[in-house]
């Protein structure tokens, strides 16, 4: 698969995941006879809120041709269950974390219970310590307050200028069908490309515009070369979408497509994109994992990755038994970001910038 192709591919499953995350619903209960058109807007454009349930991404790339290093399947995964703890606050969560392809194995995940946060890698938990996970929830939470504070609402797909009617092509009312023990509505239907791009820039540049963290790598829109180079390479391109019978909330969404390369150099694949979401506002148990070692274990796993030692100041899962100052530095780059978000208050340009802390 085409180097060129990767950043694009990320852009769009983002924009897919953007569709899932912000996704409500509402109104009365939905049958066989619904009208698709009915559906997709309730599904789409509500406001109701999901406050807790269970998490579960597989994404699938099965590439032939090309060089050796992209041949063969890729896989990776992002189960767990996640519970809020009230609007702004960050929520509980224990996700793993699976990737397997190219001849590597890698497991990991993240668990916040509210007060305490742990990593785990390859099988072991590792404790972060009470001051850096402080700092981290502070940091959270102020972005949130901040992001509020610059859209009222950022939730809606059609704030981000998302809207799957736009761009899927034949949707059927396929009938009942469940995910889990929920009953559900199927729709099918294929995409547009060149229609669904026009809400992936729209969204990129709103995403950009609001300074979240994690969208640093995405670009903030899509050229035109790489839009032709999508809407040429994308084949067969098909949509399943499963929306509660009762909410109109989204449980599930599978994409499936082809990519060709084509110059005919970089092989073909296909991708397959599955999200749901089970135990929709059911109540989930989220405890710490017991015998977590100290962080500062773990970076030494990897020589530090020029991150000092994290886990290695303050509290009672990540204390050092050195007397070292290996993490002062990026502790203080820490504290000085938490402050710098606290002192933005409501200034998102300033809060980004806060960010330059944690490079500098």
Do not use: H
């Not at 009230?86 to 509980?92: A, D, I, N």
């Not at 850096?132 to 901040?146: D, S």
């Not at 950022?154 to 929920?182: H, I, Y």
């Not at 790598?217 to 098909?238: G, M």
């Amino acid at each position: 698969m085409a180097r060129s192709l990767q950043p694009i591919l990320l852009a769009l499953v983002a924009a897919l995941a953007l569709a899932v995350g912000a996704c409500g619903g509402g109104g009365d209960e939905a049958s066989s006879d619904t009208d698709v058109n009915t559906l997709l807007t309730d599904t789409f454009k509500g406001n109701k809120d999901v406050k807790s349930g269970k998490l579960n991404l597989a994404l699938k790339v099965d590439a032939k041709g090309g060089t050796s290093s992209t041949q063969g399947p890729l896989n990776i995964s992002v189960s767990g269950p996640f519970q809020t703890e009230g609007k702004q606050k960050l929520p509980k969560f224990d996700i793993d974390f699976a990737f397997e392809g190219a001849g590597q194995s890698i497991k990991a995940g993240l668990t916040s219970t509210g007060t305490k946060g742990f990593v785990n890698f390859q099988g072991t938990d590792y404790a972060v310590s009470d001051q850096v996970f402080q700092q981290f929830k502070a940091g959270y939470e102020q972005a949130q307050k901040n992001g509020s504070s610059s859209s009222k609402n950022q939730q809606s797909l059609s704030s981000l200028g998302l809207d799957p009617r736009q761009w899927l092509t034949n949707p059927k009312n396929e009938g009942d069908a469940k995910v889990g023990d929920d009953d559900t509505i199927k729709i099918t239907g294929g995409v547009d490309v060149n229609k669904l791009l026009d809400d992936v820039n729209t969204a990129l540049s709103k995403v950009k515009q609001l300074g979240a963290q994690g969208t640093q790598n995405l670009p903030s829109q899509l050229t035109a070369e790489q839009r032709k180079q999508v809407t040429d390479a994308i084949k067969d391109p098909k949509v399943e979408i499963y929306t509660g019978k009762e909410d109109k909330i989204l449980r599930r969404m599978v994409v499936s497509l082809g990519i060709v390369d084509p110059k005919g150099s970089a092989g073909s694949a296909t991708v397959n994109f599955d999200l749901s979401i089970s135990d929709l506002n059911e109540d989930q148990e989220i405890s710490e994992p017991s015998g977590a070692k100290p962080f500062d274990q773990l970076l030494s796993k990897f020589g530090g990755l020029g991150l000092g030692g994290l886990g290695s100041t303050g509290g009672t899962g990540g204390t050092s038994s050195g007397g070292g100052t290996s993490g002062s530095g990026s502790n203080q780059k820490l504290e000085k970001y938490s402050k710098c978000v606290t002192d933005a208050g409501n200034d998102v340009a300033k809060a980004r910038e806060c960010q330059k802390l944690l490079t500098g």
